[in-house]
């Protein structure tokens, strides 16, 4: 137990040290001064014996009177009675305190000192308290006790401030809960705010990414027979930077790929980038067949690789090649339909987006990012084109154009009724799945660029607007003279007729200019030109070949005197072997004019849908009256004897049409040799199918090919499309009525 304070105990509520709340009874008999009267004085004891009274009293009397000197308790006292009363309240403790006292100095305020702990009290009940020490010299005399200055008392000094845990606890909590709080919030911002900032920003390096090619659209025929279609191949590549021995790694390719081991050594050189850095690709060869391809791959050599490719393959070779076209290595429509089309055609690559792992697992992640957008492949084309016919046609052609040297030939063959293109051949020709070899006037399509001056094929427009207008009748005759002079200029007949008159037949069955020139007269010039507008002439068909010409009519303000007996014959007329067809087939439709076209319908490459093309410009030019005399009038030519068209005529059928002779324009400017043309229909009583055949050559042979190739091509139509034999023969024409 620690010692007892010697700070005298203060009251807790008046802060003044404790002593009785009365003077105690008895006193001591040495001094006089009152003494402890009771237990409640003994606890009031303090460690000097003596009672907070004694103290009291000491502090009012302040010095002894007698001797003037401040008392002390030593002197005042000569012993403890309360001892054994104290020892009673420490529980048996006290004997522990028994022992010399040495006593202090009062301090002025009368503030008592601690003395060191009494000896402890013994067990024997009867053992006396020993009398207190005194020291030698015997008794000091007691100074005069006076009162003593009354001093304010002073505040009482405050207990130090502990640390308050609760507090602390407070504060801790807040400040761990302040930080949750926050962490949550920059959870939320993290997980809904900044979500695909975050995502995206380490997910490049995870994320595939695979080209979905989608094929082009495929060119077939009416019937769906294929004239140009892709098929799936390989190209192969090289890594210059990775091949390791260029000469060993081309001769290993060159009998695979087909190319000079040369050529494939050059390739795979190294070659600087304009930014900086080595090419690392280089095309060795595009459309590789896939079991090629294969056998590349299984070489396995350094800095060699496949990728997937689309090759355009062409069946028929050269099978309406100037008019299907042809397609880059990159799947670009260059020329012909192909080019015209490419928007069409042309599909939209698709592409997948997924995160993959690394190395050896490379792979799609489950549950990671994946996106897919499909590829859109691209619409086909249906042309109006018969593969078949087609095929005979150019055989006919090619081998009638055989006969002459130099020579550029076209033909055409047209559906009356719906304008639509049966054939369209054009000489030369090519072969469209490779067409590097040919020079680029052999891809031209004739038909549509070939210009020129039509010559007697467009005197059945004469005719035809001569009739419509009332000028002539069927049944018209006319003296007609062995020349005509228009201006400067002199036409002749080829066919005198000495002046003699002639029917309308007789006239378009020996191609007179001199009648032809009179009719066109009392035409006169304006509705002449108005009636070549109607045939569809001077503007492009809008047939569907890209790059068709337009032709050229003679404006009015133009004409010169001699362009009234050179426009009627049709000279100083520029025209197209398709525009001149789509002439005789209004004809050949009862004197309605219908758009020529080559695209039947289109098929979507998304669901299948056929999408029909546009109605064909349609417009009335002739009667239906004034169609069939004209269709009777150029049947003459193929039937009277002696006419120009006798070769064109098809065993068992009835054939109206007209031969031609002209001049082939480039830029403008007449070209040397002739225009040899021949233009008819067939069955001549009910029209189905106009061939048009125009040749030119060098020598002037062209006359002499194109009826005999027109009688091959229609005859093939007719019996190709199983049209009946006419039902009759054809009238007895009169050329020289009496």
Same mark, same amino acid.
């Given at each position: 137990?620690?010692?007892?304070?010697?700070?005298?105990?203060?009251?807790?509520?008046?802060?003044?040290?404790?002593?009785?709340?009365?003077?105690?009874?008895?006193?001591?008999?040495?001094?006089?001064?009152?003494?402890?009267?009771?237990?409640?004085?003994?606890?009031?004891?303090?460690?000097?014996?003596?009672?907070?009274?004694?103290?009291?009293?000491?502090?009012?009397?302040?010095?002894?009177?007698?001797?003037?000197?401040? &008392?002390?308790?030593?002197?005042?006292?000569?012993?403890?009675?309360?001892?054994?009363?104290?020892?009673?309240?420490?529980?048996?403790?006290?004997?522990?305190?028994?022992?010399?006292?040495?006593?202090?100095?009062?301090?002025?305020?009368?503030?008592?000192?601690?003395?060191?702990?009494?000896?402890?009290?013994?067990?024997?009940?009867?053992?006396?308290?020993?009398?207190?020490?005194?020291?030698?010299?015997?008794? /000091?005399?007691?100074?005069?006790?006076?009162?003593?200055?009354?001093?304010?008392?002073?505040?009482? &000094? &405050?207990?130090?401030?502990?640390?308050?845990?609760?507090?602390?606890?407070?504060?801790?909590?807040?400040?761990?809960?302040?930080?949750?709080?926050?962490?949550?919030?920059?959870?939320?911002?993290?997980?809904?705010?900044?979500?695909?900032?975050?995502?995206?920003?380490?997910?490049?390096?995870?994320?595939?990414?695979?080209?979905?090619?989608?094929?082009?659209?495929?060119?077939?025929?009416?019937?769906?027979?294929?004239?140009?279609?892709?098929?799936?191949?390989?190209?192969?590549?090289?890594?210059?930077?990775?091949?390791?021995?260029?000469?060993?790694?081309?001769?290993?390719?060159?009998?695979?790929?087909?190319?000079?081991?040369?050529?494939?050594?050059?390739?795979?050189?190294?070659?600087?980038?304009?930014?900086?850095?080595?090419?690392?690709?280089?095309?060795?060869?595009?459309?590789?067949?896939?079991?090629?391809?294969?056998?590349?791959?299984?070489?396995?050599?350094?800095?060699?690789?496949?990728?997937?490719?689309?090759?355009?393959?062409?069946?028929?070779?050269?099978?309406?090649?100037?008019?299907?076209?042809?397609?880059?290595?990159?799947? #670009?429509?260059?020329?012909?339909?192909?080019?015209?089309?490419?928007?069409?055609?042309?599909?939209?690559?698709? &592409?997948?987006?997924?995160?993959?792992?690394?190395?050896?697992?490379?792979?799609?992640?489950?549950?990671?990012?994946?996106?897919?957008?499909?590829?859109?492949?691209?619409?086909?084309?249906?042309? /109006?084109?018969?593969?078949?016919?087609?095929?005979?046609?150019?055989?006919?052609?090619?081998?009638?154009?055989?006969?002459?040297?130099?020579?550029?030939?076209?033909?055409?063959?047209?559906?009356?009724?719906?304008?639509?293109?049966?054939?369209?051949?054009?000489?030369?020709?090519? #072969?469209?799945?490779?067409?590097?070899?040919?020079?680029?006037?052999?891809?031209?399509?004739?038909?549509?660029?070939?210009?020129?001056?039509?010559?007697?094929?467009?005197?059945?427009?004469?005719?035809?607007?001569?009739?419509?207008?009332?000028?002539?009748?069927?049944?018209?005759?006319?003296?007609?003279?062995?020349?005509?002079?228009?201006?400067?200029?002199?036409?002749?007949?080829?066919?005198?007729? #000495?002046?003699?008159?002639?029917?309308?037949?007789?006239?378009?069955?020996?191609?007179?200019?001199?009648?032809?020139?009179?009719?066109?007269?009392?035409?006169?010039?304006?509705?002449?030109?108005?009636?070549?507008?109607?045939?569809?002439?001077?503007?492009?068909?809008?047939?569907?070949?890209?790059?068709?010409?337009?032709?050229?009519?003679?404006?009015?303000?133009?004409?010169?005197?001699?362009?009234?007996?050179?426009?009627?014959?049709?000279?100083?007329?520029?025209?197209?072997?398709?525009?001149?067809?789509?002439?005789?087939?209004?004809?050949?439709? #009862?004197?309605?004019?219908?758009?020529?076209?080559?695209?039947?319908?289109?098929?979507?490459?998304?669901?299948?849908?056929?999408?029909?093309?546009?109605?064909?410009?349609?417009?009335?030019?002739?009667?239906?009256?004034?169609?069939?005399?004209?269709?009777?009038?150029?049947?003459?030519?193929?039937?009277?004897?002696?006419?120009?068209?006798?070769?064109?005529?098809?065993?068992?059928?009835?054939?109206?049409?007209?031969?031609?002779?002209?001049?082939?324009?480039?830029?403008?400017?007449?070209?040397?040799?002739?225009?040899?043309?021949?233009?008819?229909?067939?069955?001549?009583?009910?029209?189905?199918?106009?061939?048009?055949?125009?040749?030119?050559?060098?020598?002037?042979?062209?006359?002499?090919?194109?009826?005999?190739?027109?009688?091959?091509?229609?005859?093939?139509?007719?019996?190709?499309?199983?049209?009946?034999?006419?039902?009759?023969?054809?009238?007895?024409?009169?050329?020289?009525?009496?």
């Amino acid at each position: 137990m620690p010692p007892r304070s010697d700070e005298p105990r203060r009251d807790p509520t008046t802060g003044s040290r404790r002593g009785p709340s009365r003077a105690g009874r008895g006193g001591d008999p040495r001094t006089g001064e009152p003494g402890i009267g009771g237990i409640s004085d003994a606890r009031a004891y303090t460690p000097r014996g003596r009672t907070i009274r004694e103290s009291g009293e000491e502090r009012a009397g302040g010095r002894d009177e007698r001797s003037g000197q401040r &008392r002390t308790p030593r002197a005042s006292r000569s012993g403890d009675p309360f001892r054994p009363a104290l020892q009673v309240l420490d529980g048996g403790r006290a004997g522990a305190r028994a022992g010399r006292r040495e006593a202090a100095p009062v301090a002025r305020a009368g503030v008592i000192r601690t003395v060191p702990a009494r000896p402890a009290w013994t067990d024997d009940d009867d053992e006396e308290l020993a009398p207190p020490r005194r020291r030698a010299g015997g008794r /000091t005399p007691r100074r005069p006790e006076r009162p003593a200055a009354r001093r304010p008392a002073r505040k009482p &000094r &405050r207990p130090p401030k502990l640390a308050e845990p609760r507090r602390r606890l407070r504060l801790g909590t807040m400040l761990v809960l302040a930080l949750f709080v926050t962490i949550g919030i920059r959870l939320v911002f993290l997980q809904a705010v900044d979500t695909p900032a975050y995502a995206g920003g380490g997910i490049d390096s995870r994320l595939t990414r695979v080209d979905l090619p989608a094929p082009r659209g495929a060119i077939v025929d009416r019937t769906g027979a294929p004239l140009a279609r892709s098929v799936e191949a390989r190209y192969v590549f090289a890594d210059p930077t990775e091949v390791k021995d260029r000469a060993t790694t081309a001769r290993l390719l060159s009998p695979l790929l087909g190319v000079p081991a040369s050529e494939l050594a050059e390739k795979m050189k190294r070659r600087g980038l304009p930014g900086g850095g080595e090419s690392q690709f280089q095309y060795l060869a595009r459309g590789v067949d896939i079991p090629k391809a294969k056998q590349i791959e299984a070489l396995d050599l350094a800095g060699i690789g496949t990728h997937r490719d689309e090759r355009r393959e062409v069946p028929g070779g050269d099978l309406a090649a100037n008019l299907v076209g042809f397609v880059s290595q990159d799947m #670009n429509g260059l020329e012909g339909l192909e080019a015209r089309y490419d928007d069409v055609l042309q599909g939209k690559d698709g &592409r997948r987006v997924y995160e993959a792992g690394q190395g050896d697992l490379d792979a799609p992640i489950p549950g990671g990012y994946s996106q897919t957008t499909p590829a859109k492949p691209g619409s086909s084309l249906v042309l /109006t084109i018969d593969r078949d016919l087609q095929y005979q046609v150019q055989q006919v052609l090619g081998r009638q154009m055989a006969q002459t040297r130099g020579s550029v030939g076209a033909a055409v063959v047209l559906d009356v009724a719906t304008g639509e293109v049966l054939a369209q051949a054009s000489h030369p020709s090519y #072969n469209a799945a490779n067409p590097e070899p040919s020079r680029p006037t052999d891809r031209e399509d004739a038909a549509t660029s070939f210009v020129v001056e039509p010559g007697s094929v467009h005197k059945a427009i004469t005719f035809g607007a001569a009739l419509q207008e009332g000028v002539i009748t069927p049944d018209t005759t006319l003296p007609v003279p062995n020349t005509i002079t228009k201006g400067d200029t002199t036409f002749p007949d080829t066919h005198p007729a #000495n002046g003699r008159r002639m029917t309308l037949p007789g006239m378009m069955a020996f191609s007179s200019n001199v009648g032809t020139i009179q009719i066109a007269d009392e035409l006169g010039r304006d509705r002449l030109i108005d009636y070549q507008k109607r045939f569809g002439l001077g503007q492009p068909t809008g047939e569907g070949m890209p790059g068709e010409a337009s032709g050229r009519l003679l404006p009015a303000d133009e004409w010169s005197d001699s362009s009234h007996g050179s426009v009627p014959i049709g000279h100083s007329v520029d025209a197209t072997p398709l525009q001149m067809a789509a002439a005789y087939a209004t004809i050949a439709n #009862n004197g309605t004019y219908v758009q020529p076209h080559l695209i039947k319908e289109v098929i979507s490459g998304a669901d299948g849908k056929r999408t029909p093309a546009g109605p064909p410009v349609t417009r009335p030019v002739l009667s239906p009256a004034n169609a069939t005399a004209l269709r009777t009038i150029l049947e003459a030519v193929t039937t009277v004897d002696g006419a120009t068209g006798v070769a064109a005529a098809v065993p068992g059928y009835r054939v109206a049409g007209k031969t031609g002779t002209g001049w082939r324009l480039v830029d403008g400017e007449k070209q040397p040799g002739e225009v040899g043309s021949f233009i008819g229909m067939a069955p001549a009583e009910k029209p189905r199918y106009v061939v048009a055949v125009f040749v030119w050559s060098p020598g002037g042979e062209g006359g002499t090919v194109a009826a005999p190739a027109f009688r091959e091509m229609m005859g093939f139509t007719l019996r190709h499309y199983r049209v009946p034999p006419s039902g009759g023969k054809a009238p007895k024409f009169e050329v020289f009525p009496q």
